[in-house]
């Protein structure tokens, strides 16, 4: 196998047909390698870095990378891995959203002429007749084929004729900006077969397909994803990123050192160590060296030295007609949730002023003893009251 055939699939899952890959880069001309993002989301997360940072390696060796912004099939949904319908957008969000993706992706990709941006609905808002003409290339017996889909037949869920559109026009993405590769989760193998077969249909020489690891998400169990809350956006801000890190399973560091740094744990760290380290990697990819040095920093000073942050807000608060304050709703108001839940978190000792844990039962207080202090909610959320 060619040397760049072997580094580019040498941590993927699949690369199908077997020797497809090595055929085509003996070609010796750029390849146009596609990845398709549904903007269903305002950001993207660590999970698609995985991916992003494999076709950073196709670009680094010549190639074109294709990113095609799913604005169109995102009005659809895909159901990959799901056992349910995803909520559908409005054109309005999925629109807001799909004008972060390129920035965000900038983290990863270079952004000269190896990559190129592209919408599918500048292709999808087709006719009836160019509609009929793509979906005569997929039965519904092969759509069934699909093991998300088989799964909700045999539960007897229901399954929309839209979703059953979806793998047909994202291979259809393929023939419009004549792929010769397309990458993707595991997830994504169907849809990325399918993307062979309609090329095929339309004379074109069929892509390359390969799939790349899915990265578990914060909890260590599912996938990361938005929808089940896991996730680690790439723009989040440095100090959420790191908390975020350090406080993901153990068991979750030799695959992340392994699909987000491409390197083995560090030899002779412990879990503790290990995690800080993968921080400040993570952080500084994505916000620089300085911000990643100031996100430990801070961490230090918050949760190990139980210092305060240095840019805790100010909050101005009016005072009732007695001078006093609520704390209940004062929470409330600045944190949010209920005065239920404050008063909850008062009785179970979260609420600390200046430091000091304010007793349960001290629900009303007067202004001049809360203005200027630091309240603080749990171990995280910071504000200097400003009562007038």
Not at 25 to 49: I, W
Not at 232 to 257: N, S
Not at 314 to 326: P, R
Request: cysteine-free; hydrophobic content about 40%.
């Amino acid at each position: 196998m060619e040397p760049d055939a072997s580094f580019l699939s040498r941590n993927a899952v699949d690369t199908l047909p077997r020797g497809a890959l090595q055929a085509r880069l003996a070609e010796g001309r750029p390849l146009r390698v596609k990845l398709g993002l549904d903007p269903t989301a305002s950001d993207l997360h660590l999970g698609h870095t995985v991916v992003l940072q494999k076709l950073r390696e196709f670009q680094d060796l010549g190639h074109t990378v294709v990113l095609i912004i799913g604005d169109y099939t995102a009005r659809v949904g895909d159901p990959s891995g799901r056992s349910a319908t995803r909520p559908v957008l409005s054109p309005a969000e999925i629109d807001a959203h799909a004008r972060t993706y390129t920035e965000q992706a900038a983290k990863v990709l270079a952004t000269d002429e190896r990559l190129e941006v592209r919408f599918n609905s500048e292709w999808l808002d087709m006719s009836m007749e160019q509609l009929f003409r793509l979906v005569r290339n997929a039965t519904v017996a092969q759509l069934l084929e699909r093991d998300d889909f088989s799964k909700r037949m045999a539960a007897s869920e229901p399954i929309s004729l839209l979703e059953l559109l979806y793998p047909v026009l994202q291979g259809y993405d393929s023939v419009a900006v004549r792929a010769d590769v397309e990458l993707g989760g595991t997830d994504q193998t169907f849809n990325l077969l399918m993307g062979r077969a309609i090329q095929s249909a339309y004379g074109q020489p069929p892509q390359v397909v390969l799939t790349v690891p899915i990265l578990a998400g914060t909890d260590g169990e599912r996938k990361m994803s938005k929808s089940y809350g896991n996730q680690i956006g790439i723009t989040e801000a440095p100090g959420e990123m790191y908390g975020k890190t350090l406080r993901v399973p153990d068991t979750l560091l030799e695959p992340w050192y392994d699909l987000l740094l491409g390197e083995p744990v560090p030899a002779g760290l412990g879990p503790r160590d290990a995690k800080r380290a993968l921080a400040r990697a993570l952080v500084a990819r994505s916000h620089g060296e300085d911000a990643a040095a100031e996100a430990e920093a801070g961490f230090d000073r918050v949760f190990i030295a139980h210092e305060l942050p240095e840019d805790v807000p100010d909050v101005a608060l009016a005072a009732e007609g007695g001078g006093t304050l609520h704390l209940p709703e004062v929470i409330a108001t600045i944190f949010g949730g209920s005065r239920s839940e404050a008063r909850r978190k008062l009785q179970q000792g979260g609420v600390k002023l200046d430091g000091a844990v304010v007793a349960g039962d001290q629900l009303d207080l007067p202004a001049e003893r809360l203005d200027g202090r630091v309240l603080q909610l749990g171990k995280r959320q910071f504000a200097r009251l400003r009562v007038s």
